[in-house]
Nanobody, 128 residues
Framework: VQLQASGGGLVQAGGSLRLSCAASRRTRSTYAMGWFRQAPGKEREFVAAITWGGGNTAYPDSVKGRFTISRDNAKNTVYLQMNNLKPEDTAVYYC??????????????????????WGQGTQVTVSS
């Protein structure tokens, strides 16, 4: 399975973007999903996570209240709605997937090393 991220672009501060992350094919596996970002010269940082069923989500304080992660398992797609964007949100955004098994469907993951599958990244640039 491969992940394809899209939806990035150039937006003014205060604007919105919606990123999408689509899996290349349907599988019997179940995945918890996450979004991370990496700005030039900085380490990759956690942005959002969601459980397989979509019932639980997590965000760092830097994006809480502005970003929303969601998923449509029928479409094998995860979304990141980003509102009230700030120049400091400028980065390459990556989606990631971690296969989960029986008993793990309610778990989300916030560390990049917890994910095995990664998309190619999509650039988000927020101008001031």
């Amino acid at each position: 399975v491969q992940l394809q991220a899209s939806g990035g672009g150039l937006v003014q501060a205060g604007g919105s973007l919606r990123l999408s992350c689509a899996a290349s094919r349907r599988t019997r596996s179940t995945y918890a999903m996450g979004w991370f970002r990496q700005a030039p010269g900085k380490e990759r940082e956690f942005v959002a996570a969601i459980t397989w069923g979509g019932g639980n989500t997590a965000y760092p304080d830097s994006v809480k209240g502005r970003f929303t992660i969601s998923r449509d398992n029928a479409k094998n797609t995860v979304y990141l709605q980003m509102n009230n964007l700030k120049p400091e949100d400028t980065a390459v955004y990556y989606c990631a997937a971690r296969e989960v098994y029986y008993g793990e469907s309610s778990y989300y993951y916030t560390k990049d090393y917890e994910y095995a599958l990664w998309g190619q990244g999509t650039q988000v640039t927020v101008s001031s």
